[in-house]
């Protein structure tokens, strides 16, 4: 199903800064995450997913930082993770219905990508900015998902703010869960959703 991605250009080959693009567009305007509940197999193998991971990192990235890591979760390991979001929830005494619950949120679909916003310390390149690099990675993660066959939602929920969570994946305490991606097949469409309205939220500065 995966369509192949152009290899990566090399350094220093000059590149258009506009690539007008049909498909592109309607990609764009079209998208829709799909529903966790209508994820399901198969996703991308270790192959593909290492190609939409190349892709998906080519995000702006203030003074090539690379501020971000992935930790994959496949096949097995999806369970011994959910295993271990379950464990600490027993070890607060969670009701029963969340621990069930967190043992199987890792198996929604077959491939999930836990994005790890992991900042540099250079003294002058914010983390605000490197976080926001880290958030624009995981949207193009999808995007490329998207474009490539593959359905897909952004998570967090309580994993990703949890340190004990955290730790499990070997999240270090600088570094923040930007977001579990999980990717699949849709088995199902996903009605659109309420939009911010674009109107209100747009104001034409002149200065006047
Ligand atoms: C940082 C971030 C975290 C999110 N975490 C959750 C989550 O934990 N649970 C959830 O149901 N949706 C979560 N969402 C929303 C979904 O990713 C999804 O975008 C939304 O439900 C559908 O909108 P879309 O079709 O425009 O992508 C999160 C979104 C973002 C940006």
Known sequence: MTKRFPPPPLRDAPLAGARPSADARALLALRKSANKLVLGAPGPDPAELDELLLVA?????????????????????RFRFGAALASIL???????????????????????VA??????????????????????????LLVA????????????????YDAEAG???GVQAHERIAGFVHLGTAKAATPERV??????????????
């Not at 702006?60 to 501020?67: A, F, M, T, V």
């Not at 969670?94 to 679909?109: G, W, Y």
């Not at 209100?200 to 500065?205: F, N």
Request: aromatic share 8%.
């Open 57 to 77: 990192a080519r995000v702006p990235d203030h003074r090539k930082l690379g501020p971000w890591r992935f930790v994959l979760l496949e096949g097995e390991a």
């Open 115 to 140: 994005v790890i916003s992991s900042p540099v310390e250079d003294g002058r390149t914010p983390v605000w900015e490197q976080e926001l690099s880290a958030g624009a990675l995981c949207y193009n």
């Open 145 to 160: 998902a998207n474009a490539s066959g593959w359905a897909g939602v952004w998570l967090t929920e309580w994993a990703a």
């Open 167 to 169: 730790a499990v994946l």
């Open 195 to 208: 939009r911010a309205e674009i109107g209100p939220r747009v104001r034409r500065w002149t200065g006047a």
């Open 90 to 112: 027993k070890g607060r005494a969670a009701p029963e219905a969340q621990v069930q619950d967190a043992e199987k949120s890792m198996l929604r679909a077959p491939v999930v």
